[in-house]
């Protein structure tokens, strides 16, 4: 049955993936979003079809200070992708951060309740877990992150633990590192950077590169959220879900890398590693997610380098050194507060 739903940062990397898909289900969708990074970025899949205009309402609000509560009327489903992304993207402004991950979360929590969402999908994020020695990392080991971005996502999630699902039906997702071409491109993560580096300067450079990074396809990330707005009840709500693909290493995924771009640009790519004093290491287990939803990617960190390389080769990367491509330069640019 066709849902309303409120996507909120829904023109962000993930939701700029996420929405068409939606679309094409045949849901009503409003998307909440700054559009710090642009404000075009359903205009391709509007131009395809008129009737679509009738589906999506493309709403300017921040939720720091918006009425969040006005946006969600009729809605069935609100899915919560909103944040300040990543480490490095959170430490350029820790206070910025935490207005948005955290202070605002709690705003949207409680309108959700108010207006008696029928299910609530929070993205948080893998490196919840911090470092651990298991092989298989899964969700019921306890949460020790080890920055501001992931230990805010943890206190959200423990926010929605304490609700009881009769009052706001919720499910958390822990993704990994999103890889892949999406309409929002990100190429500030470690598929996408590596692989531009390659195609635009013939050179990789990694940094250490025995850490382990798990990564999902951007298509799988967004799949997996129209599965859960599908899904029965009694499957997800309350639930705990990690979301991810291979664990590969960075010195894994820069090989990768070059092969596949030197296939395609026939030439050499070159390899420059550097030290660094960073060498943490994630990785998780999406055995739970596969046993209790029959849900595994059906991407790979190939793909996503391949996808990259068709959207260069077709000019949907005009310039790699935009700044709309990297969270940190945008919100810098911006000036953001």
């Known amino acids: 049955m066709p849902k309303k739903i409120l996507v909120i940062g829904g023109a962000g990397y993930v939701g700029s993936a996420l929405v068409p898909k939606l679309l094409d ?72 951060g935490k207005s948005i991950n955290y202070d605002a979360f709690l705003r949207v929590v409680e309108a959700a309740r108010e207006r008696e969402i029928k299910r609530f999908i929070f993205a948080s994020t893998s490196s919840v877990y911090g470092i651990k020695q298991e092989e298989n990392v899964t969700e019921d080991l306890a949460l020790e992150p080890l920055t501001d971005y992931s230990k805010y996502k943890a206190f959200c999630e423990m926010e929605l633990r304490m609700i009881p699902a009769s009052q706001l039906p919720w499910v958390i997702i822990r993704p990994a590192t999103v890889c892949g071409f999406a309409p929002r ?118 793909d996503a380098i391949k996808s990259l390389i068709t959207a260069y080769h077709e000019g949907k990367i005009p310039n790699s050194n935009d700044p709309k491509y990297s969270n940190i330069k945008m919100m810098q640019l911006l000036n953001v507060r």
């Open 185 to 302: 491109l990100r190429l500030d993560l470690t598929v996408n950077l590596l692989t531009i580096a390659a195609l635009t300067m013939g050179e990789i450079t990694v940094f250490g590169g025995s850490q382990k990074r798990p990564n999902i396809h951007i298509d799988d990330m967004a799949n997996l959220y129209v599965k859960l707005v599908d899904e029965d009840d009694e499957k997800i709500i309350g639930q705990t879900f990690n979301a991810g693909g291979d664990n590969f290493s960075i010195n894994e995924i820069a090989l990768f890398v070059k092969t596949v771009v030197e296939s395609y640009l026939k030439t050499d790519i070159s390899i420059n590693r550097k030290p660094t004093e960073d060498l943490r290491s994630y990785k998780i287990s999406s055995e739970k997610i596969k046993r209790e939803l029959n849900w595994s990617p059906q991407f790979t960190v190939l």
């Open 25 to 96: 289900k045949g849901h009503y969708v409003r998307v909440l979003d700054t559009f710090w990074f642009g404000g075009d970025v359903f205009d391709d899949y509007l131009k395809k079809d008129s009737s679509s205009l009738t589906q999506i309402l493309p709403i300017k609000g921040d939720i720091r200070s918006c009425d969040i509560g006005v946006w969600m009327g009729g809605m069935d489903t609100v899915i919560h992708l909103a944040c300040i992304s990543n480490d490095p993207s959170f430490e350029l402004n820790p206070t910025l």
